[in-house]
């Protein structure tokens, strides 16, 4: 089954805390994401990816790292984390041949208190 | 001014109406739409891409006017499972990974 798959599914932490959130895709998906989602502001990207080895900030990078050193997992790794980075997560994957559709993980709830 | 912009709603509609959402969009160089759903606490899904030439799958109408950078979405025969958030989406440039999303507009379908 073709499936995006992120872990923790939920994660409650303590400011400075280092954590990582594990993002994996079966389908050989060159294009990967991070996203955060918070009320009344939609999705916002944090990092993607265009394939392996290669990341690039999106508009809300600050505070967040991803490393791509295989095609298939895009790990987020939050160094510091602070309760202003209280957020559903999700991550992405997109095929470059097929813009139209882009998969998503089933989310990471975070609290950090 | 957000990039794309969506009544957030919510549209309180009775099953079998006509419910129309609407979407705007800042960047005229924008190259693809689409319509994704997103239910309750859930990963967003991909509803339907939206063509120039306006498209129709099932009971789902998506139009888009570059002209006044309008995007819609009609949903006829509403059925309790509409009940979700609908995401209005923009891609930038056909090349680009980078999807803007809006922040939804949510629906509730009542018996």
């Known amino acids: 089954e073709a499936q995006v798959t992120q872990n923790p599914r939920y994660l409650i932490t303590v400011t400075g805390k280092k954590l990582t959130v594990t993002c994996s895709q079966n389908?050989?998906?060159?294009?990967m994401s991070w996203y955060r989602q918070d009320p009344g502001l939609g999705l916002r990207q944090i990092y993607y990816?265009?394939?392996?080895?290669?990341?690039d900030k999106g508009d809300v990078p600050e505070g967040y790292k991803v490393s791509r050193k295989e095609k298939r997992n895009f790990p987020l790794i939050l160094e510091s984390p602070s309760p202003n980075q209280t957020s559903l997560y999700f991550c992405?994957?997109?095929?470059?041949?097929?813009?139209?559709?882009?998969?998503f993980g089933a989310g990471t709830r975070l609290s950090v208190l | 001014r957000k990039e794309v912009e969506q009544d957030p709603g919510p549209f309180n509609v009775p099953e079998g109406a006509t419910v129309a959402f609407n979407c705007t969009y800042s960047?005229?160089?924008?190259?693809?739409f689409f319509w994704y759903r997103q239910d309750c606490r859930k990963e967003p899904k991909l509803l339907m891409s939206?063509?120039?030439s306006g498209n129709e799958d099932g009971r789902f109408t998506a139009q888009l006017n570059r002209a006044s950078q309008y995007i819609s979405l009609l949903i006829r025969d509403s059925k309790l499972s509409d009940s979700a958030t609908y995401l209005c989406?923009?891609?930038?440039?056909?090349?680009?990974?980078?999807?803007?999303f809006g922040s939804g507009t949510r629906l509730l379908v009542r018996p």
């Open positions: 990816s265009m394939n392996v080895e290669v990341t």
């Open positions: 389908m050989n998906h060159e294009y």
């Open positions: 939206v063509y120039s």
């Open positions: 989406v923009v891609n930038e440039r056909d090349s680009s990974y980078k999807l803007i």
């Open positions: 992405a994957s997109r095929s470059r041949l097929d813009k139209n559709i882009q998969y």
């Open positions: 960047n005229s160089a924008s190259q693809s």
